[in-house]
Nanobody, 122 residues
């Protein structure tokens, strides 16, 4: 499956952005989906994940209550709504697809997008 992120950009502290990740090539609804991020000089870290039907979601503690993951299987797209953004949310955000349960480990995800830059300025 091919994944393409969009919606990144520059936003001020306290602002909002919505990232989208469009999938193509295989049956999107067969995949658990996740969002990860990587800041300069840091490891890629888990942000959020959603099950194939969207019925189960979970989040990193650092974004819980501020970010919302969702998906539209009819549109082959997964979203990440980011509110109350902080400077420490600045990173490249990646979406990823998994057939292994889509947990918090990046090693459970087989397919990755190219990433979208999110910069939060103070």
């Amino acid at each position: 499956v091919q994944l393409v992120e969009s919606g990144g950009g520059l936003v001020q502290v306290g602002g909002s952005l919505r990232l989208s990740c469009a999938a193509s090539g295989r049956t999107f609804s067969n995949y658990d989906m996740g969002w990860f991020r990587q800041a300069p000089g840091k490891e890629r870290e888990f942000v959020a994940a959603i099950s194939t039907t969207g019925g189960i979601t979970y989040y990193a503690d650092s974004v819980k209550g501020r970010f919302t993951i969702s998906r539209d299987n009819a549109k082959n797209t997964v979203y990440l709504q980011m509110n109350s953004l902080k400077a420490e949310d600045t990173a490249v955000y990646y979406c990823a697809a998994s057939t292994l349960g889509g947990g918090m480990s990046r090693y459970e995800y087989r397919y990755w997008g190219q990433g979208a830059q999110v910069t939060v300025s103070s």
